[in-house]
Nanobody, 123 residues
Framework: QVQLVESGGGLVQAGGSLRLSCAAS????????MGWFRQAPGKERVFLAA????????YYADSVKGRFAISRDNAKNTAYLQMNNLKVEDTAVYYC????????????????WGQGTQVTVLS
């Protein structure tokens, strides 16, 4: 079992930046691929970014490529999502997820999820 806790969400003006953190506990963090997803009201949960267990391979959705960056510090059992040039349409609840398998864009492939953190981008 892996427990995940997101933090770092909040209110930000359009064009601004936020860094989300995902603190993991319970199992060896460096054995898990990590993913970030978001869900806006009335919409499905969508993939944003993923990292291999070592952090050497990363993947992004086209919608955030060049603006968002996923990283991890295995010594601190923490994954991050740096979000730059935020847009109003980035407003959503952001979730981190962990998988013992390879990183993937499919939410169903991640058995462990955090509770989510709200990001609101103001125009």
């Amino acid at each position: 079992q892996v427990q995940l806790v997101e933090s770092g969400g909040g209110l930000v003006q359009a064009g601004g930046s936020l860094r989300l953190s995902c603190a993991a506990s319970g199992r060896t963090f460096s054995n898990y691929a990590m993913g970030w997803f978001r869900q806006a009201p009335g919409k499905e949960r969508v993939f944003l970014a993923a990292s291999s267990a070592s952090g050497s391979s990363v993947y992004y959705a086209d919608s955030v490529k060049g603006r968002f960056a996923i990283s991890r510090d295995n010594a601190k059992n923490t994954a991050y999502l740096q979000m730059n040039n935020l847009k109003v349409e980035d407003t959503a609840v952001y979730y981190c997820a962990a998988s013992p398998a390879y990183p993937t864009t499919r939410a169903g492939a991640y058995p462990y999820w955090g509770q989510g953190t709200q990001v609101t981008v103001l125009s």
